[in-house]
């Protein structure tokens, strides 16, 4: 499955985040601040806690100019700049996704702290040394060639910036066919381990690398998750029909069984340019 394909379709998306708000608001959408969204906007595992952890290890501060490298709905970004101040470039290639990070980050006028720019992480569209900070979060496991994306945040960013991402990692009972069907369903390429994320981030020409463990944490999320997917199915239904209902119930059951059976996992990684 392609990227695009994938995201196309899932559940999360700026229609349902903004229809969630709407039954909590009896439909006034009004002067929204950025603490209303954070709810349903943070599309990624661990919420608010596990972008604010990604923030200290990048070191980000109100004079940080940070990249959001497949930054989705920009949910993630709009924390950033809401707490910690700072400015953020929110880069996400799906063209319905951007479009509605912008709108979004508008709707709570956080439009002049969070631009969306549209373009592929693995070729950033950015200068050199543009950036002091740059972050992402279980997005690399869609793209085939990683190292181009490590060498393009490094690249981007100051000497002695950070970066710090989470992703998803692969086990060593991850069977060939798993891997096959994960790719099939929801396009994750070239799935690696903590190991081969550490070696990665060498060979881009990062230092003083840190790689966490997150499968732990992360099983207990997914059983969270996978119970507020089964709340949301009927607006999936109404926007996408039964059938892609369904689906993904299929897709996350088989998801959740890969970590639950500790063959699938999640990992924190950080380094200095």
């Not at 990624?44 to 596990?50: D, N, R």
């Not at 369903?185 to 981030?201: D, E, K, V």
């Not at 996978?226 to 892609?244: N, Y």
Request: proline share 3%; hydrophobic share 45%.
């Amino acid at each position: 499955m392609r990227v695009n394909d994938f995201y196309d379709h899932h559940p999360i998306s700026e229609a349902q985040v903004l229809a969630a708000l709407a039954r909590r608001r009896g439909g006034d959408l009004s002067r929204l601040t950025p603490d209303e969204l954070f709810e349903f906007d943070q599309d990624h595992y661990g919420g608010l806690a596990a972008v604010d952890a990604l923030a200290r290890r990048a070191g980000i501060t109100a004079q940080s100019r940070v990249l959001d490298v497949c930054a989705g709905l920009a949910g993630p970004a709009r924390f950033l700049a809401s707490r910690r101040g700072c400015r953020v470039v929110a880069l996400e290639l799906h063209a319905t996704r951007a479009a509605g990070a912008a709108r979004l980050s508008r709707l709570v006028g956080l439009g002049a702290r969070v631009r969306v720019v549209r373009g592929d992480a693995a070729a950033l569209p950015f200068a050199d040394d543009a950036f002091d900070a740059c972050v992402s979060q279980e997005a690399l496991l869609h793209i085939a060639d990683k190292r181009a994306v490590l060498e393009g945040c490094r690249r981007a960013l100051v000497p002695g910036g950070r970066l710090a991402f989470t992703d998803w990692i692969a086990h060593p009972r991850l069977a060939e066919r798993e891997r096959d069907r994960l790719r099939e369903w929801m396009a994750a390429t070239t799935l690696q381990s903590l190991p081969s994320y550490h070696a990665l981030l060498g060979r881009a020409g990062f230092t003083a690398i840190e790689a966490e463990d997150l499968s732990d944490e992360w099983r207990r999320i997914l059983r969270r998750r996978q119970e507020t997917f089964r709340a949301l199915r009927a607006d999936t239904v109404a926007r996408h029909g039964e059938a892609r209902a369904r689906e993904w119930e299929q897709l996350y059951a088989f998801f959740v069984g890969l970590v639950e059976a500790g063959k699938l996992g999640g990992g924190r990684f950080s380094g200095t340019a």
